[in-house]
């Protein structure tokens, strides 16, 4: 999956929060995205537990790291396409 542009949907903005806070939030996001949806999560650092949940349960995601450390994470779940505007 490539990452898509950040301006087609402002991602959840999680820096502010301590760990596990984002980890929670983006499950709790990914619960209610619905089908073709693309949601994206500026974390404060690189989510590594999050990526090792993604990857077994078979999510697509991809990553940028921002010169601060902060990471945007688009997640997509497996086998659909994002929605085109």
Do not use: F, K, N
Request: hydrophobic share 45%.
């Amino acid at each position: 999956m490539e990452m898509p542009d950040t301006d087609c949907r402002a991602p959840l903005d999680l820096r502010h929060l301590p760990p596990p806070e984002p980890l929670l939030q983006i499950e709790q996001a990914l619960a209610r995205l619905p089908a073709g949806a693309v949601l994206q999560a500026h974390t404060p650092m690189l989510p590594a537990p999050l990526l090792a949940r993604l990857e077994e349960a078979g999510w697509e995601y991809a990553l940028r790291v921002l010169q601060d450390g902060s990471t945007i994470v688009a997640i997509r779940r497996p086998g659909q396409r994002a929605a085109t505007r």
